[in-house]
């Protein structure tokens, strides 16, 4: 048998295809996380509240000349074309309440 605690989670926002959830693990450690398609980011609390107070420029993102969106964290880019930013906007309008 296992001595080792697992966290409790609780999912923050969700649309079909997206997901941010949030991990209090036994250590007392909070750890938050954001799954973009097959992409999944995690965050100390610092990083989220940062990225929860860029929501509004976020949402005022425009595509580029290939009409896509990125969204950069620390050293990840993530691309999505005009339906995942759709979608990532919806998870994004969910996180702002």
Do not use: C, H
């Not at 860029?54 to 896509?68: F, N, Q, T, V, Y």
């Amino acid at each position: 048998m296992s001595n080792t605690q697992e966290p409790n989670t609780e999912t923050l926002a969700e649309t079909e295809n997206f997901m941010a959830w949030r991990a209090d693990e036994p250590d007392g450690e909070t750890t938050y996380y954001l799954q973009l398609g097959r992409a999944t980011v995690n965050f100390f609390m610092e990083e989220w509240d940062e990225l929860r107070s860029s929501i509004p420029e976020l949402m005022s993102a425009k595509p580029d000349e290939d009409g896509m969106y990125a969204v950069s964290f620390d050293n990840v880019d993530i691309w999505m074309d005009d339906e995942d930013w759709q979608e990532f906007q919806q998870l994004l309008r969910e996180l702002g309440k």
